[in-house]
């Protein structure tokens, strides 16, 4: 899906979560090489979350999936944008914002 690229403090949203309803969660770290954007460094494949499990509460890390945009890769890693549903066990990933960059608009498929 098209969109604004995101970064540290994008919500995310795993479905299912752990215990089976949706969890969700906030982007907490990017890892080298980054590419920046306004001066905010641009999440990619691979960005760590910390999620909060809905039903008991506690915190938990999860790494984004392998898939981004199509075409805007960085050291191999695809760009992670709004609205991107992203594949990434154990469940379904949504990016929701807010973008850290938008200004950019990445038109490339997932």
């Given at each position: 899906?098209?969109?604004?690229?995101?970064?540290?403090?994008?919500?995310v949203?795993?479905?299912?979560?752990?215990?089976g309803?949706?969890?969700t969660?906030?982007?907490?770290?990017?890892?080298?090489?980054v590419?920046?954007?306004?001066g905010?460094?641009?999440a990619?494949?691979?960005?760590?979350?910390?999620?909060?499990?809905s039903?008991?509460?506690?915190?938990?890390?999860?790494?984004i999936?392998?898939?981004?945009?199509?075409?805007?890769?960085?050291?191999?890693?695809a760009?992670?944008?709004l609205?991107?549903v992203?594949p990434t066990?154990?469940?379904?990933l949504?990016?929701l914002?807010?973008?850290?960059a938008?200004?950019i608009?990445?038109q490339?498929?997932?």
């Amino acid at each position: 899906m098209p969109g604004s690229p995101v970064s540290i403090g994008c919500m995310v949203m795993i479905t299912p979560g752990a215990s089976g309803p949706p969890d969700t969660g906030t982007i907490v770290a990017i890892f080298p090489p980054v590419i920046t954007a306004g001066g905010m460094p641009l999440a990619t494949s691979g960005s760590l979350c910390m999620m909060i499990n809905s039903v008991w509460g506690f915190p938990y890390p999860l790494p984004i999936g392998p898939t981004g945009s199509g075409g805007v890769t960085v050291g191999g890693r695809a760009l992670v944008r709004l609205g991107d549903v992203i594949p990434t066990p154990p469940g379904i990933l949504t990016i929701l914002g807010p973008p850290a960059a938008p200004f950019i608009n990445d038109q490339w498929p997932p």
